[in-house]
């Protein structure tokens, strides 16, 4: 069965089905990150921790990046018109650009937290339950993670599948934090959590580079192809005598590939469409099943050696 994909050329009821199950997920992610943010600023309040505070803040990021995600998935299913014939489908990379500038932003600010704990450290009350509560936290973005990368994938959804990515990254910091607390409980200096806090400050940060990389890549219409990759299966076609200006540009989910091939002048109009036709399909099964294809058509004209 093939799967359901948000940039598939399907039927406008069928694509906006599949964006309303990914903004219900997103509503439903939304719901888990905000109680796992919420669990960890209180009791990192409570034990005055300042990596798991820092750590609870960051899930609050989780969870705002999700409404960015709706907003996001709110607009890219708006319907193809006179003024947006590609559709609006970059709404989503747009979204993760704010997610981007959000994480930056408490990036930076975690790691000027963390420094002024360093320099003027405060003892912690760590207690049982607060070791249970972030493993709890712990388990709970495990699932998250899980599930929203299984949805992103099953749905061709890129806001899905990067929030997964930054979910993933919560769950590592987390841990990071659980080793910190359980390290001072077992007799380490106090000065190991505000050490964490500025560590978690640069996985912050470092998350924040990776969207703007992917996002910006995407909005600058960079290769998503090899051309070498193109050419492989385009030549595969004995018809096909030469081809240049060879452009792909998108992401996974949204791809587009054009080229101009060369055939020999006699070669019919309905044998050149056929021909595209045949190209465009080996595309989709040698590299990407949802990608749209645009091929020009040349004569050929063999050059002659001058001595």
Not at 109 to 134: A, C, H, V, Y
Not at 272 to 297: G, Y
């Amino acid at each position: 069965m093939k799967k359901e994909n948000i940039s598939d050329n399907c039927m406008s009821d069928s694509c906006q089905s599949i964006y309303k199950k990914v903004k219900l997920i997103l509503w439903i992610i939304l719901l888990a990150n905000v109680a796992v943010a919420i669990t960890k600023i209180i009791v990192g309040y409570l034990i005055n921790s300042a990596s798991l505070s820092a750590d609870g803040i960051h899930s609050m990021s989780d969870g705002m990046s999700n409404i960015i995600g709706i907003i996001g998935i709110t607009i890219a299913s708006k319907p193809v018109d006179k003024r947006h014939p590609y559709g609006h489908k970059k709404s989503e990379v747009i979204a993760s650009l704010f997610i981007g500038a959000m994480l930056l932003i408490l990036g930076i600010n975690t790691f000027s937290k963390g420094i002024d704990r360093f320099i003027n450290p405060q003892e912690l009350t760590i207690t049982t339950i607060s070791l249970i509560s972030l493993i709890i936290t712990i388990v709970i973005n495990f699932c998250v993670t899980i599930y929203e990368r299984e949805k992103g994938e099953e749905y061709g959804s890129y806001i899905l599948i990067s929030d997964s990515i930054h979910t993933r990254s919560d769950i590592l910091i987390s841990i990071g934090v659980l080793i910190s607390l359980l390290g001072i409980k077992f007799g380490l200096p106090i000065i190991i959590d505000p050490i964490i806090s500025i560590i978690i400050s640069f996985f912050i940060l470092y998350a924040s580079y990776e969207i703007f990389k992917e996002s910006i890549g995407i909005l600058l219409d960079s290769a998503v192809v090899e051309e070498e990759k193109i050419r492989e299966v385009v030549n595969s076609f004995v018809e096909v005598k030469d081809m240049h200006k060879i452009r792909s540009r998108g992401s996974n989910n949204d791809m587009y590939i054009d080229m101009h091939i060369m055939l020999e002048p006699d070669t019919t109009i309905e044998e050149s469409h056929a021909l595209s036709h045949d190209i465009e399909k080996e595309i989709k099964n040698k590299i990407n099943e949802d990608c749209q294809v645009i091929i020009h058509i040349e004569p050929y004209h063999k050059k002659e050696n001058i001595l």
